[in-house]
């Protein structure tokens, strides 16, 4: 006998209106048990499943609609990789020829040395004098963006990096939900610093994209008044992660603007943030 759990009755005060994001989808949310459409000839995706009253809901989130296939995406899951997504990581250790990186996935991704250029090499093969050297370019700690170029049948990720390889400086980064990160650019300009969004759930705020390279001059330290703006992004980039929101560089620019009203040690506040978001959303509409 299979048992569902289901969420409380749906009441249409408690769910969210029904609209569009651009791309010919619906978007709603629904709670887990909730029979989203008794067509017959509705197609099953990931989170649904066909009942005898119809297509029902195996998670609580947001249902997508292409057509008749439908899916449910969760709010708070875990990063899924997908070939081609843009990911942000953390050398963890060198072995031979690679480099291993924590990409907030449950298995450690590995970057090759030939999926990767470095400054001032042109394309070619890498060679013994390349593998000594390694730790010279990325050493254990250092934070990079890349690509993910393949995933294995064990779920194991190798990635690449597209032209120049290069590591972040100084900043801060944030750890987010993965399905929360809806930026249509992956690096971001916004109000004199850069925001770099991962589809790993992982956010870089910086006043500079990238550290210098190996043998480059490091740069001059950021004044003060642009750290207190990074500190100030960062608390909100919190704020919409706390409410369930999407994460944009839209989004963050007008409750940037809102919250210099504030401190940005009141932004911490939940009267203060709920506020914000209370305006954020009157000047949508």
Not at 101 to 127: C, F, H, T, V
Request: hydrophobic fraction near 35%; charged fraction near 20%.
């Amino acid at each position: 006998m299979s048992v569902v759990v289901t969420g409380p009755p749906t009441s249409p005060h408690k769910l969210l209106p029904t609209r569009n994001d651009g791309l010919g989808k619906s978007l709603k949310f629904v709670h887990c048990g909730q029979i989203i459409t008794q067509d017959k000839d509705a197609l099953s995706g990931c989170g649904t499943r066909m009942a005898p009253e119809g297509l029902s809901a195996t998670l609580s989130g947001t249902l997508v609609q292409w057509n008749k296939l439908y899916t449910v995406n969760s709010p708070k899951s875990k990063y899924s990789p997908k070939r081609g997504d843009f990911v942000i990581g953390r050398v963890t250790g060198i072995g031979r020829a690679s480099w291993r990186l924590d990409i907030n996935y449950r298995l450690s991704a590995k970057l090759r040395l030939q999926n990767m250029s470095m400054s001032g090499d042109e394309p070619r093969r890498k060679n013994l004098e390349d593998e000594i050297a390694m730790s010279d370019h990325l050493n254990v700690g250092d934070l990079i963006c890349a690509e993910v170029q393949r995933i294995g049948r064990t779920g194991k990720l190798e990635l690449q990096s597209r032209g120049l390889l290069k590591k972040f400086g100084q900043g801060i980064l944030l750890k987010v939900w993965p399905n929360s990160v809806k930026a249509p650019r992956r690096i971001c300009h916004v109000l004199g610093f850069i925001i770099v969004f991962g589809c790993n759930g992982l956010i870089w705020v910086s006043s500079q994209v990238f550290a210098p390279n190996y043998g480059e001059n490091l740069p001059p330290p950021s004044p003060v008044a642009k750290r207190q703006a990074i500190l100030r992004m960062t608390a909100c980039i919190r704020i919409l992660t706390k409410q369930g929101l999407k994460i944009d560089d839209e989004t963050l620019i007008s409750l940037f603007k809102l919250s210099r009203s504030y401190k940005a040690t009141d932004l911490a506040n939940p009267h203060i943030s709920q506020a914000l978001i209370a305006a954020m959303r009157c000047l949508e509409k």
